[in-house]
């Protein structure tokens, strides 16, 4: 939509054109310019205007893609009235101008109203076509956009899901421990394995239980305790785990993001916090950020943002402090 | 002959000090580190050794970043999963 003043400029110019066409044609008599002139004009300008309004009103009241049959009848109705009531009270206020009479209906209003009559029919029908053609091109390109950021996100999502550093990572881990340590060694494995179990079977799931993530996470933990040792410590506090839901794996992308973007060295423990506040789930973790930025994680935010977008309006926070690395997760009701 | 290794994973650490143990029992681990700081700080003050094992991805950065601040003049034996780490490696006079 043109911003205002343009709005009126066009729809003064439309006037002007109406006027110059429609006055010769029914007024031959008088002079081109007069106060006939002007009050087609102005009139012109009104019934646009009101249009105009109209169709944003309706527009905020039907949409044309969810209730296309009750917009084209309450479109057609209302513009058609609208219109025509004008265009009456133009023809009643030119011809009392003109003669001083108050004349309900005189010969050239029928003249005028009739065949006006269906040429704003045939105007409203063009229009409502046009909005409706649009209105249906508009959700097709939605449907697209959608279809293309779903198979983005999901194969994002497939790509994420453990980098392949993680299972390379752990094996280094298991050949030493098998050496040192076969009862923990058997334990890790058992882990490992449980970590993968997850991700198979939440391959396709859109949206599992906080408890199942927990679960989940927990034997993540495992695996990253005995990597790392004291250096990360996880404070898990949940109060509310009943039916909260989140998209798979969110909680150990987190988790493994915190270990990606900060020192967890012996000097310098990490610790972890992740607690649930006012249906949030909260993931949170001092900055001590490494001297070599990694850049893998933004695209996990994002794409978890963008998985999140397909369940729940409510959006992921990020807060970036100095002191303070915050992600902040809204649990997913359902109904 | 005295032996440093920088890694930042306790378990890969002890699994190296075992290997180099099974070579040669005259090698000795001398001292562990797990940062780029701690790394940099014991050789600027003064850590002698013949041989430095350093892990590539360590807790607090990368282990590049040490050569700037600390001079190294023992060799350096990379050890790393990351392989496209390698051509910095070799960059910094590493041997693969």
């Known amino acids: 939509m043109v911003d205002r003043k343009n709005r009126f400029l066009y729809m003064f110019g439309i006037g002007l054109v109406i006027s110059s066409l429609f006055k010769p044609l029914f007024f031959k008599s008088e002079p081109f310019f007069d106060d006939v002139f002007i009050t087609i004009i102005i009139a012109t300008v009104i019934i646009l205007e009101g249009n105009l309004r109209i169709d944003t009103w309706l527009g905020q009241k039907y949409s044309w893609a969810t209730l296309p049959k009750k917009r084209v009848i309450a479109q057609l ?25 108050y004349d309900l209906m005189n010969p050239k209003m029928r003249q005028v109203l009739i065949p006006a009559t269906f040429v704003t029919i045939a105007v409203l029908a063009i229009d409502i076509g046009y909005q409706f053609f649009k209105a249906w091109k508009q959700s097709l390109i939605e449907v697209e956009k959608y279809k293309a950021e779903s198979a983005n996100a999901q194969l994002q999502n497939l790509k994420n899901q453990l980098n392949p550093h993680f299972l390379f990572n752990n094996l280094s881990v298991l050949s030493s421990l098998v050496y040192q340590n076969q009862d923990k060694a058997v334990d ?22 906080l408890q199942e993530e927990l679960d989940f996470l927990a034997h993540y933990i495992y695996l990253l305790k005995i990597r790392f040792g004291e250096n990360i410590t996880f404070d898990i506090r949940i ?9 798979p794996m969110c909680l150990q992308m987190l988790a493994e993001n915190t270990i990606q973007h900060n020192e967890t060295s012996n000097a310098n423990p990490l610790k972890v916090s992740i607690f649930t506040e006012n249906n949030r789930l909260i993931v949170s973790n001092p900055t001590q950020p490494r001297s070599d930025k990694s850049e893998s994680s933004r695209t996990g935010l994002k794409n978890m943002k963008l998985r999140y977008q397909f369940f729940i309006d409510d959006q992921i926070e990020i807060i970036h402090t100095e002191k303070k690395f915050t992600v902040i997760l809204p649990l997913i009701k359902k109904k | 002959m005295n032996a440093v290794i920088v890694e930042d994973e306790k378990l890969s650490a ?11 029992k005259d090698i000795k681990v001398i001292n562990y580190f797990d940062s780029v700081k701690a790394t940099s700080k014991a050789f600027n003050e003064g850590l002698q050794a013949d041989l430095l094992f350093l892990d590539i991805r360590l807790a607090d950065g990368n282990s590049f970043d040490i050569f700037p601040k600390t001079k190294i003049d023992i060799p350096i034996i990379f050890t790393t999963a990351y392989d496209n780490y390698a051509i910095q490696a070799f960059k910094q006079n590493g041997i693969d």
Do not use: Q, T, W
Request: charged share 20%; net charge negative; proline share 1%.
């Open chain 1, 77 to 101: 109705l209302s513009l058609l009235i609208y219109s025509l009531f004008l265009l009456y009270l133009l023809m009643f206020v030119i011809h009392f101008l003109k003669s001083g009479k």
């Open chain 1, 188 to 209: 890790f494995i058992n882990e490992l394995s449980k970590v993968y179990r997850y991700v198979l079977d939440n391959k396709n799931a859109e949206l599992v239980s």
């Open chain 1, 239 to 247: 109060d509310e785990s009943e039916n909260s839901y989140l998209p």
């Open chain 2, 14 to 24: 002890e699994h190296l000090s075992l290997l180099l143990h099974r070579i040669d």
